[in-house]
């Protein structure tokens, strides 16, 4: 009899012993902060310094930190869990506890003058294959940069056009073409900056590129004056400096209802020079604003031949006055004479 | 890619390179420059590799010793973060008056935030302990205990830094059965203990496991001494999140005790004498019967068929 209730005894004593070693609970005074993003766990009840004793410290320790992490143990197996590749993981939260950050954020850029434009019409972005066929190399090649296909400047003949000068040289065309372009591109890609950075680029001929023309310069003075805050009304002039031409508005438009008499006066003029048989243009006007312009471009061919290579001088702006310079005389001519090119005798 | 004023870049990979370094959005993991002054001894040593090995890969120890204060003249670390795009940093030193340091710090935006100085006091390296050791790399459980962690200002900016340098990268999910390392902090009369342990998970009755400990690597007893903490507006401002991060909240959803979801729909005021409900033809009034009421001298309305 007594052995049996010894034995039960035993038995009921072993499994308690047993019981406490496999147990996860733990009494804490206070419940713990738990941050299970960051795999973290605060505790902040007291630590009583009786408890620690010089030799017993680190067992001291080492009971409060597997308590500790048994309770931050429990938190996680709370979280749910899906099986990756023969493991199981838990999926965690997002951290709470705030931490500053490395930099500041990024701001978000502004849109590039394209990505308007795209956004407006509804563009998307097509993604275009990295290799296209060579017929020439009978080959895949890149679509741009290096041994790129169907390469243009690596052409040996180009075919001379009908309408180009047979004396033009074709190649040094070609160059030149994927050299404006190049600098076109620059000069947009660094306005989209300063557009991003709302830094205000000043108008053609404010910023000092190397060899400025005299009417970029005085341009550039007229602008500097009237950016005072009277709008330069106070501003002197130098002694030898010239009122700016051009300047005002550049076109002006008679008020919509106004004199009615003048309105009508001028309607009626204009349908007296419409019956008239008269020609408007003026031919030998016209042929002699040609001749002229042709001579001036000579003498500018033979100069920049001598200068050599000094020309890119704001390039954009002499090749924005050029053409828009031969486009009046050519427009003008056009009327009268035949082709840009063509002497008029050849009539 | 706008690389404005700065370099621009040529090739792909100076560009994923310089994209690597700008802000972003979602920050990566901090890396940590860990390096010497200009006197350390053995212990100061010993402790900056073991401190490496617990922040490997994502630090860099250097090797030669750099003779600077970092309390009195912070541009040298501003110039090796910026090198090495490292944000964190610990600096050891030895000298009479401040025995075995260690400064810990960080930076924002390639300025100094915050420097704690510890002083170690007692420290058994990793070799010294045998133990198996975790794998490198693997995130470590953070563990603090005791009040001034909380109540005490500086204690608490300490335990921001520590967790910045100690956390590892953020991760989504964590492997369960990958949870070994854990780090121990426990304040107490000015001094701060760090105890590191290995923990194995043993049977218990239930799903969740019994943990039991065994001290692998360096455990360090450190005294505060120094600090220089941020300004109140410089920490704020290092908190501020980009809007781009806040979660939108979808408005007029909610959800009440059951679960079940709720919205709320407008509707302009309607005349309800004009309602055209369904007609049953069954009840409807017919032409014999007697009817009381308005409705007496009407006919029944033709069905409108509401759609």
Redesign the interface.
């Known amino acids: 009899m007594a052995a049996h209730s010894v034995e039960a005894l035993l038995a009921k004593a072993e499994q308690e012993e047993a ?1 406490k ?4 609970a733990v009494h804490k005074e206070l419940d713990l902060e738990f941050d299970v ?11 009583e ?1 009786r408890d ?1 004793r010089e030799q017993k410290k ?1 067992d001291f ?2 009971s ?3 308590d ?3 309770l ?3 938190e ?2 709370k979280l749910p ?2 099986r ?1 590749e023969e ?6 939260p997002e ?1 709470t ?10 701001k ?2 502004p849109p590039t003058k394209w990505e308007q434009f795209a956004k407006l019409k509804g563009i998307q972005k097509k993604k275009k294959t990295n290799l296209v066929w060579d017929e020439n190399a009978k080959e895949w090649r890149r679509r741009w940069g290096y041994k790129r296909a169907n390469d243009d400047t690596k052409e040996w003949l180009i075919e001379v056009p009908e309408t180009a000068d047979p004396n033009e040289d074709q190649f040094a065309k070609r160059v030149k073409a994927k050299k404006e372009r190049v600098a076109k591109n620059e000069l947009n890609r660094l306005k ?2 300063a557009r ?2 709302k830094v205000k680029v000043p108008g053609v001929g404010l910023t000092p590129t190397a060899q400025q023309s005299k009417d970029e310069l005085v341009r550039a003075v007229s602008v500097a004056k009237t950016s005072t805050a009277s709008v330069g009304r106070f501003q002197d002039r130098l002694p030898k400096e010239k009122a700016p031409k051009n300047t005002g508005k550049k076109r002006k438009f008679e008020p919509l209802i106004g004199d009615f008499s003048n309105e009508k006066q001028k309607q009626l003029e204009l349908l007296k020079v419409m019956d008239s048989k008269k020609p408007k243009l003026d031919i030998t006007k016209a042929v002699n604003k040609q001749m002229r312009e042709e001579d001036r471009e000579e003498a500018s061919a033979k100069y920049k031949k001598g200068a050599g290579k000094k020309g890119r001088k704001g390039n954009m702006s002499g090749k924005g006055k050029g053409k828009g310079g031969k486009g009046k005389g050519g427009k003008a001519a056009g009327g009268g004479g035949g082709k840009k090119r063509s002497k008029p005798g050849k009539r | 890619f ?1 690389n ?1 004023g700065g370099v621009k870049p040529k090739t792909k990979r100076s560009k994923r390179f310089l994209e690597s370094r ?4 979602t ?1 990566d993991v ?1 890396s940590a420059m860990i390096m010497k002054g200009g006197n350390t001894s053995l212990t100061i040593t010993q402790a900056l590799k073991d401190l490496y090995s617990l922040r490997k890969p994502n630090a860099v120890l250097y090797k030669k010793k750099n003779i600077t204060r970092p309390f009195e003249d912070s541009t040298s670390l501003e110039f090796f973060s910026k090198k090495t795009d490292c ?1 964190l940093f610990l600096f050891g030193s030895h000298n009479k008056k401040r025995p075995n340091n260690l400064i810990f710090g ?5 300025h100094v ?1 915050d420097m704690i100085e510890l002083g170690i006091e007692k420290y058994v390296s990793l070799s010294e302990i045998k133990a198996s050791k975790c794998p490198e790399g693997t ?9 001034a ?2 109540t005490d200002n500086e204690h608490k900016r300490l ?2 830094l520590l ?2 340098f100690f ?1 590892g990268p ?8 990958g ?1 070994e390392h ?1 780090l ?1 902090f ?1 304040a ?2 000015g001094k701060i ?1 760090m ?1 590191s ?1 290995r ?1 194995l ?13 065994e ?1 692998i690597g360096p455990s360090f007893d450190f005294v505060l001494r120094r600090t220089h903490l941020a300004s109140d507006d410089l ?1 704020k ?6 809007k ?1 991060l806040k979660v939108k909240k979808k408005k007029n959803i909610s959800h009440d005790a059951f679960g079940t979801k709720f919205g709320r729909v407008h509707m302009q005021k309607q005349d309800l004498s004009k309602l055209h409900t369904r007609k049953m033809k069954g009840l409807r009034k017919r032409k014999g019967e007697v009817v009381t009421g308005e409705q007496g001298g009407q006919a029944p309305k033709v069905a409108k068929v509401e759609s």
């Open positions: 019981e070693l496999r147990s996860i993003g960051n795999l973290l766990a605060c505790d902040k009840n007291r630590i310094s620690f680190e320790l080492r409060l930190a597997r500790n992490t048994q931050l143990i429990n996680i197996w869990t899906e990756v493991a199981i993981v838990a999926k965690l951290p506890t705030p931490l500053p950050r490395e930099k500041p954020p990024p978000p850029k989209n900056i991003a950075q | 706008y404005d700008a802000p972003k959005l920050e901090k944000s960080r930076l924002f935006d390639f935030l995130k470590p459980m953070l563990v603090f205990a005791g009040e962690f909380d335990k921001s967790i910045d956390r953020t991760v989504s999910a964590v492997r369960l059965a949870l854990v121990h426990t107490l009369d203990f105890r342990y923990c998970l043993k049977k218990s009755g239930c799903r969740t496991p019994r943990i039991e400990l001290e920490y401002l290092a908190h501020k999140q980009p781009a």
